[in-house]
């Protein structure tokens, strides 16, 4: 039987919009917090480096110092809770008092990056096979001092990881994860990952259709070279198998484009893969994102709303125009560097952009309250090439190796196109891509008629030009 979430009657009431995406009859949906009813206080601390935090633990005050990663405190007679007396310089910690964290400790404390002011990241653009073209970032998942790449995608939102890259075979084997008796958690190096198991899909009509099967966890991720930028505690899918209509079968542990992190300023539903859609359902958009406490009925969204913002720093990222290097999936620790992607957004970034509002939605609960949640689909489009044009709606997507051009019915657009066309996109007055055909590759184009849905400008776009999205105010920036 599956278990209601109760924060969705709590939507309902005040109008939002009560969604199911991923459900599970193993765990409750809502995890309540541990406290110890007396004695010592004992605490994991991850990722502090700034100087200056000070923990209120009962009437105790415990001051720690960068790097440290453990604290007990005996607060004496009756419980006492954790709280945040002063914030390091430079970061914003959090309390978190859930358990099932370690058995040895009761409470997490995540300190992630204070961001205030535009950050650039190390990124690397990789031509892995002589047509197919991706944008990666070195990244490392909660306390794990290795770094895997995780391809930087503009067309989803919410991170998705090879499982096989994040834990040992001790954890995790083929036909999923090894949970210990009696255990409904894995805490493993700072991550925690429970038994809800999910599913997301990428691509749809007019595009090849993949998921990703997996389970649901939590884990902190470290962006850059020098570790600039450390998120929050993010939800993340970890994914174990690939699949299509034909079924599933195990990543492989050296497939990086299983890494998924999508920064759009959307939240993405999960879906449960025992709903098979037999009634005709579809699993709607989700009104809540998931977090330690909520998790089934929710989705995901990017890891970088999860960095706390100074006044007058934009939510949001810019990503920069990509120069290629060849560099096989097996060599991406030697692929070059270059800082290609700023996390935080200030007035002045969007000088020189075409810039255009995309359609948002509140009501969306956050863990840190509601959302401004934007869609990536642009209208107002026009598309043309060789003396065709249609009107319609485009995405701009990094993680698509290919542009999908889908013609609307009724609409009139030649089905190939030849080396020497020019294929243009244009936002309302301004023409925001324009390219010759045979520079793109007529193999990395692709044309559907009659599919009444949204283009997809891919990768190609991206070698070209630049692309900026603000998570506040839902503009987007094209130049």
Same mark, same amino acid.
């Given at each position: 039987?599956?278990?209601?979430?109760?924060?969705?009657?709590?939507?309902?009431?005040?109008?939002?919009?009560?969604?199911?995406?991923?459900?599970?009859?193993?765990?409750?949906?809502?995890?309540?917090?541990?406290?110890?009813?007396?004695?010592?206080?004992?605490?994991?601390?991850?990722?502090?480096?700034?100087?200056?935090?000070?923990?209120?633990?009962?009437?105790?005050?415990?001051?720690?110092?960068?790097?440290?990663?453990?604290?007990?405190?005996?607060?004496?007679?009756?419980?006492?809770?954790?709280?945040?007396?002063?914030?390091?310089?430079?970061?914003?910690?959090?309390?978190?008092?859930?358990?099932?964290?370690?058995?040895?400790?009761?409470?997490?404390?995540?300190?992630?990056?204070? +961001? =205030?002011?535009? *950050?650039? %990241?190390?990124?690397?653009? $990789?031509?892995?096979?002589?047509?197919?073209?991706?944008? #990666? &970032? @070195?990244?490392?998942?909660?306390?794990?001092?290795?770094?895997?790449?995780?391809?930087?995608?503009?067309?989803?939102?919410?991170?998705?990881?090879?499982?096989?890259?994040?834990?040992?075979?001790?954890?995790?084997?083929?036909?999923?994860?090894?949970?210990?008796?009696?255990?409904?958690?894995?805490?493993?190096?700072?991550?925690?990952?429970?038994?809800?198991?999910?599913?997301?899909?990428?691509?749809?009509?007019?595009?090849?259709?993949?998921?990703?099967?997996?389970?649901?966890?939590?884990?902190?991720?470290?962006?850059?070279?020098?570790?600039?930028? +450390? =998120?929050?505690? *993010?939800? %993340?899918?970890?994914?174990? $198998?690939?699949?299509?209509?034909?079924?599933?079968?195990? #990543? &492989? @542990?050296?497939?990086?484009?299983?890494?998924?992190?999508?920064?759009?300023?959307?939240?993405?539903?999960?879906?449960?893969?025992?709903?098979?859609?037999?009634?005709?359902?579809?699993?709607?958009?989700?009104?809540?994102?998931?977090?330690?406490?909520?998790?089934?009925?929710?989705?995901?969204?990017?890891?970088?709303?999860?960095?706390?913002?100074?006044?007058?720093?934009?939510?949001?990222?810019?990503?920069?125009?990509?120069?290629?290097?060849?560099?096989?999936?097996?060599?991406?620790?030697?692929?070059?560097?270059?800082?290609?992607?700023?996390?935080?957004? =200030?007035?002045?970034?969007?000088?020189?952009?075409?810039?255009?509002?995309?359609?948002?939605?509140?009501?969306?609960?956050?863990?840190?309250?509601?959302?401004?949640?934007?869609?990536?689909?642009?209208?107002?489009?026009?598309?043309?090439?060789?003396?065709?044009?249609?009107?319609?709606?485009?995405?701009?997507?990094?993680?698509?190796?290919?542009?999908?051009?889908?013609?609307?019915?009724?609409?009139?657009?030649?089905?190939?196109?030849?080396?020497?066309?020019?294929?243009?996109?244009?936002?309302?007055?301004?023409?925001?891509?324009?390219?010759?055909?045979?520079?793109?590759?007529?193999?990395?184009?692709?044309?559907?008629?009659?599919?009444?849905?949204?283009?997809?400008?891919?990768?190609?776009?991206?070698?070209?030009?630049?692309?900026?999205?603000?998570?506040?105010?839902?503009?987007?920036?094209?130049?």
């Amino acid at each position: 039987m599956v278990r209601p979430n109760p924060l969705l009657k709590l939507l309902a009431t005040s109008a939002l919009l009560c969604l199911s995406g991923c459900q599970t009859a193993a765990s409750s949906n809502v995890i309540e917090d541990s406290r110890p009813a007396t004695g010592p206080v004992a605490g994991r601390i991850h990722h502090l480096e700034g100087e200056g935090l000070v923990l209120r633990v009962g009437s105790n005050q415990v001051t720690l110092a960068p790097h440290e990663t453990r604290f007990t405190v005996d607060p004496g007679r009756g419980p006492a809770s954790v709280d945040i007396a002063r914030q390091p310089a430079g970061q914003m910690c959090v309390v978190d008092n859930l358990a099932g964290h370690g058995v040895d400790y009761t409470v997490s404390i995540y300190c992630e990056s204070f +961001v =205030t002011r535009p *950050v650039a %990241v190390e990124l690397n653009a $990789a031509r892995i096979e002589p047509r197919i073209d991706r944008i #990666f &970032a @070195p990244i490392r998942v909660g306390d794990d001092a290795r770094q895997i790449h995780g391809l930087i995608d503009t067309g989803s939102a919410g991170v998705v990881l090879n499982a096989f890259q994040v834990f040992p075979p001790s954890i995790l084997s083929r036909d999923g994860f090894h949970f210990p008796p009696g255990s409904r958690r894995i805490s493993y190096n700072g991550i925690i990952v429970t038994d809800v198991v999910i599913e997301k899909k990428y691509g749809g009509r007019g595009d090849k259709a993949h998921s990703s099967k997996g389970n649901l966890g939590f884990a902190q991720i470290t962006f850059g070279k020098d570790g600039q930028v +450390v =998120t929050g505690l *993010v939800p %993340v899918l970890f994914a174990y $198998a690939a699949g299509n209509d034909k079924g599933y079968h195990p #990543f &492989a @542990p050296t497939n990086s484009t299983a890494n998924i992190i999508g920064i759009n300023a959307d939240v993405n539903a999960l879906k449960n893969p025992e709903d098979d859609g037999a009634n005709g359902n579809k699993a709607p958009r989700t009104a809540v994102v998931c977090d330690e406490r909520v998790v089934t009925d929710c989705g995901l969204s990017s890891p970088f709303r999860k960095l706390a913002f100074a006044t007058g720093i934009g939510q949001g990222f810019l990503l920069n125009r990509v120069s290629m290097s060849d560099c096989p999936l097996s060599q991406l620790e030697h692929c070059p560097l270059d800082r290609l992607l700023t996390v935080g957004l =200030t007035d002045n970034m969007s000088s020189g952009f075409a810039r255009v509002y995309a359609r948002c939605r509140g009501g969306i609960i956050g863990n840190r309250g509601p959302l401004n949640v934007c869609s990536q689909i642009i209208g107002n489009a026009t598309i043309s090439a060789d003396g065709y044009q249609y009107h319609g709606s485009v995405m701009f997507d990094s993680g698509n190796p290919k542009t999908i051009i889908n013609v609307p019915r009724g609409a009139s657009f030649d089905a190939t196109l030849a080396d020497n066309a020019i294929l243009r996109f244009a936002i309302g007055p301004d023409t925001v891509y324009s390219s010759r055909v045979g520079d793109i590759g007529t193999d990395r184009i692709v044309i559907n008629q009659d599919m009444n849905i949204r283009t997809c400008v891919g990768i190609a776009f991206f070698e070209r030009h630049a692309m900026f999205m603000n998570y506040d105010n839902g503009m987007i920036g094209l130049r």
